[in-house]
């Protein structure tokens, strides 16, 4: 079974500073890993994915993650938080069978909300 | 090329009434996903389904909720008899789920249910 823990429920930075937003994850084989963001009464938007190749993910906004087995972790940073970041960002784990093909669900972290001050 | 469309956006209802939410997923996709975000909570896998097929209801209640993915037009996911319990945003996503690739599940905007 799969798993996904986001370390902090809520993160504060200034405008300009780095952004970093903790997840870890447990899963039975080799994982697929993606990180959502949700504005408020929006749905959800993909910043990025990680697929079993480059283990530095870039995505969408500056974003980018970085898969360590080792630590079994997925964290999101941005070298510069903007105004715009602020939202509700999701950790999100798909497992996969042996072939590496995806089950199909998809098991959310409890969310972070970032804020981000002027 | 459209993304996944749900409606309605926002749906009111009081106990014990019917709710159905519709979702057409992305142009070309034939998997459909649907999952509940309830208040101050991340989002949790209900059912997967394939047109005519669910392929994986473990997180569907096992009373008063249904899905169905018919062969023409959109999925529907329908509870019964609502309760406030039930009050939540519900999320559709879609896939093309190609078995050669890694799948990105494409969402929603979602349906706001409030139950009276």
């Known amino acids: 079974a799969q798993s996904v823990t986001q370390l902090d429920s809520h993160v504060s930075v200034s405008e300009g500073t780095p952004v970093l937003l903790r997840c870890n994850y447990s899963s039975s084989y080799s994982p697929s890993l993606f990180w959502y963001v949700q504005h408020p009464n929006k749905g959800l938007q993909l910043l990025l994915k990680?697929?079993?190749?480059?283990?530095l993910v870039k995505g969408i906004n500056g974003f980018e993650a970085e898969f360590k087995k080792s630590e079994t972790s997925f964290h999101l940073t941005k070298p510069s938080a903007h105004m715009s970041d602020a939202a509700e960002y999701f950790c999100?784990?798909?497992?996969?069978?042996?072939?590496?093909?995806?089950?199909?669900?998809?098991?959310f972290g409890q969310g972070t909300i970032l804020t981000v001050h002027p | 090329n459209a993304g996944v469309m749900q409606n309605p956006r926002h749906l009111v209802r009081r106990r014990g009434q019917e709710a159905r939410l519709r979702c057409s997923p992305m142009k070309g996709h034939s998997h459909v996903y649907w999952y509940r975000q309830l208040p101050e909570e991340g989002l949790k896998f209900m059912v997967y389904l394939q047109k005519e097929n669910i392929i994986d209801e473990s997180g569907m209640p096992k009373e008063r909720f249904s899905a169905e993915f018919p062969k023409e037009g959109p999925s529907i996911l329908r509870i019964q008899q609502v309760v406030r319990g039930d009050s939540a945003a519900y999320f559709c996503a879609s896939s093309p789920r190609n078995p050669l690739i890694q799948e990105t599940q494409y969402f929603g905007p979602g349906t706001r249910l409030l139950v009276l």
């Open positions: 999100v784990v798909s497992e996969n069978n042996r072939g590496g093909t995806s089950y199909g669900k998809l098991t």
């Open positions: 990680y697929t079993s190749a480059a283990t």
